[in-house]
């Protein structure tokens, strides 16, 4: 069974940040798409970031340009998500998920996912 583990969520005041951490197997990390979404109570989740190592390519989504980064370790086969100017909507549980389509927002692409680090906002 693949597990994708997060970590490094928390609780932060609004304009702070947090970097998320995600281990995987290494046959999936090399060869799968990764990516990280969020899922905030009462909304549906929602992608946030990916990467590919074949290219290099990231994707972001509009609501966390400029704000957020997603890198990778290849040694590490860990992926992170830098989280910047953090906003009390970005609260949520955030998820890592890995899959083969390349580039897609959609949850429906991904094979793999992760528990879930909870990130909590204040204002």
């Known amino acids: 069974q693949v597990q994708l583990v997060e970590s490094g969520g928390g609780l932060v005041q609004a304009g702070g940040s947090l970097k998320l951490s995600c281990a995987a197997p290494?046959?999936?990390?090399?060869?799968?798409?990764m990516a990280w979404f969020r899922h905030a109570p009462g909304e549906e989740r929602e992608f946030v970031a990916a990467?590919?190592?074949?290219?290099?390519?990231?994707y972001d989504a509009d609501s966390v340009k400029g704000r957020f980064t997603i890198t990778g370790d290849k040694a590490k086969n860990t992926v992170y998500l830098q989280m910047n100017s953090l906003k009390s909507e970005d609260t949520a549980v955030y998820y890592c998920?890995?899959?083969?389509?390349?580039?897609?927002?959609?949850?429906?692409?991904?094979?793999?996912w992760g528990q879930g680090t909870q990130v909590t906002v204040s204002s």
């Open positions: 998920a890995a899959g083969t389509r390349w580039p897609s927002a959609s949850a429906r692409d991904y094979n793999y």
């Open positions: 290494g046959q999936i990390f090399r060869r799968y798409a």
């Open positions: 990467i590919r190592w074949s290219g290099g390519n990231t």
